[in-house]
């Protein structure tokens, strides 16, 4: 269990051999911290010795960008859902051209620490008392942290390949200086900050000695990505942007803009020295530089990032950490934490499932009814409600006249739907009268449900949030699909032109509106067995939530 919410990692091993021992140092770290875990080097730091250590500079070498990828992929493997933040202001070029000592006055992070830990080997135990209180003390010099801040020394065991290695390092190392400049550039999207961008940020704050210029594409350049829907809006990447680099390095000045094309500011700004690229965006440096001299600019110096390999990757995914790869794996989870539902039986957990037409939803409501969900279909619902004697029938007839009746005295439904397509008001009108009645049998259903004992109800309703039935389900589940994949799947499924399809989609939601309101999403747009999978995990996920709920009480 962990103990602490956020904390400082002081890492005094040599650069050269911490690649190796990162992973360990981060695994014990990550038992005892759960939120954000900040990392600060100072390689040869001497805790045991006759006095007490003090913050220096230290210059960016090549080793430290070697070991900061290393850090932040090793922490994607180990440290589950840990925020890593690897600070950086105590690494400076030319330390000795700025005025103001490196810390001034500890500098304020945005998780206050509660512990402070570091890798240092104490030699002999009767050293870990003042080893601890030197600790505090250094750390206190550097961050703002709470009042008498426990601290812990991880002693990670160390195979003995990793020891034979250490050895073996300890020979080859070697300080390169890192070039830096003195205006950095970078563009991406920046959709839920993972290793990869960490990575990405932190090397070109190291890189950068006074500005740094990052291009956040914006909503309109998204359109096109797989599960757009799911990308966080703009503000909110740059929010998320602003602070990790607050933390990092608040040195520098940073300048973040909206990108409505791939090049923005960098083919245009005179200053630019230096832009930060990965193996895949490394045509798109070539093209800003060929911009550039066009434009008569000096081109940019491209230094390139090694993206680490990702070991979690499933087969719709890339094999890179990207950001569509995350998001597929969002599918199933539970994205944003369901409202409170204080007002409604525990049991049956009520799941409220909406998605477009084409998204398959229906085919996702029958598997959750194979694995033990009780399926309400209020497709039948909606039809029962138009049955001679029940309460909508007189309404609707009263509403749009007794025309509307075949022979038999149903109400034919084809010629009401030809009364209000179209036509917002009536539509509305028609909707007043059903939806209530609709909502009214969902609820009996609902209700019957907890006297057969049953734990989970799926309320399958293409309307569930246009009709506002989310006040009595406990969550909202969405399936989406892109529009081009519903259009096709609905006029090969009903034979209908791919204009009645469009105008179908376009009188419903569209998928980002609903993901707005989804506590969890789905999508069938892969093969049916990776389907199976998101809607197995979703399941398992939330019979997670439902025990814990049930322990709550
Ligand atoms: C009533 O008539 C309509 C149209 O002729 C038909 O589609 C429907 O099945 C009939 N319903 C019953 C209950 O007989």
């Known amino acids: 269990m962990s103990m602490f919410s956020t904390g400082v990692l002081v890492l005094t091993s040599p650069l050269h051999i911490l690649p190796l021992r990162i992973a360990p140092v981060l695994s014990s770290a990550a038992q005892l911290v759960e939120r954000t875990l900040y990392v600060h080097f100072h390689p040869g730091l001497n805790l045991g010795g006759g006095t007490q250590p003090r913050p220096v500079f230290i210059q960016p070498v090549v080793d430290l960008s070697t070991v900061i990828s290393r850090l932040y992929s090793n922490a994607a493997d180990v440290c589950g859902h840990l925020d890593v933040r690897v600070l950086l202001t105590n690494i400076r070029a030319h330390p000795t051209t700025v005025p103001n000592c490196p810390f001034p006055a500890p500098q304020p992070l945005l998780h206050s620490p509660d512990v402070v830990l570091t890798d240092f080997a104490v030699q002999d135990p009767g050293q870990s008392l003042q080893v ?10 550097c961050y703002a942290c709470g009042p008498s801040l426990p601290s812990v020394l991880l002693q990670p065991q160390l195979t003995r390949l990793q020891q034979e290695e250490d050895g073996q390092s300890r020979l080859e190392g070697k300080a390169e200086p890192l070039q830096t400049y003195s205006d950095v550039v970078v563009g991406g999207t920046f959709d839920r900050l993972h290793g990869a961008h960490k990575t990405l940020l932190s090397i070109s704050c190291l890189l950068a000695n006074r500005r740094f210029l990052i291009g956040v594409c914006d909503d309109a350049m998204l359109k096109k990505k797989v599960l757009n829907e799911l990308i966080e809006p703009y503000s909110v990447r740059v929010q998320r942007l602003r602070e990790f680099l607050h933390d990092i390095k608040p040195v520098l000045e940073v300048e973040i803009v909206p990108l409505d094309d791939p090049f923005g500011p960098s083919i245009t700004d005179p200053l630019l020295q230096c832009i930060v690229v990965s193996e895949e965006t490394k045509k798109g440096g070539e093209a800003v530089n060929k911009k550039r001299i066009q434009n008569g600019l000096p081109a940019l110096v491209l230094h390139e990032i090694q ?9 719709t995914e890339e094999e890179k950490i990207s950001s569509s790869s995350l998001r597929s794996r969002l599918l199933g989870t539970l ?18 499932l909406a998605g477009g037409s084409g998204s398959g939803k229906s085919s996702i409501a029958h598997q959750l009814e194979a694995l033990g969900a009780l399926r309400i279909d209020c497709d039948i619902l909606g039809h029962e409600v138009y049955q001679p004697g029940a309460a909508a029938y007189h309404r609707v007839l009263e509403e749009f006249g007794t025309d509307l009746l075949n022979e038999n005295k149903t109400i034919n439904r084809r010629a009401l739907g030809r009364k209000v397509f179209g036509n917002k008001e009536r539509l509305k009108a028609l909707t007043d009268i059903v939806w209530p009645e609709i909502a009214l049998l969902t609820r009996s259903r609902i209700h019957s449900a907890m006297e057969e004992g049953k734990q989970v109800c799926v309320v399958d309703a293409a309307v569930l949030l246009e009709a506002g039935w989310t006040d009595f389900v406990h969550e909202v589940w969405v399936t989406i699909i892109p529009e081009e994949e519903a259009v096709s799947r609905i006029t090969e499924r009903d034979g209908v032109t791919t204009e009645d399809a469009l105008r179908r989609l376009q009188s419903q939601w569209p998928n980002a509106k609903q993901v707005e309101h989804a506590n969890v999403v789905l999508s069938t747009l892969w093969e049916p067995e990776i389907t199976r999978k998101q809607v197995l995990k979703a399941w398992n996920l939330l019979q997670k939530r439902i025990q814990q709920k049930e322990e709550g009480r």
């Open 307 to 315: 993206l680490l390999k990702d070991v979690h990757h499933t087969e």
């Open 132 to 141: 601890k209180q030197w600790l505090q003390k250094y750390t206190g010099h």
């Open 335 to 352: 994205i944003s934490p369901p409202k409170d539902s204080s007002h409604l039986p525990p049991l049956p957990y009520v799941i409220g």
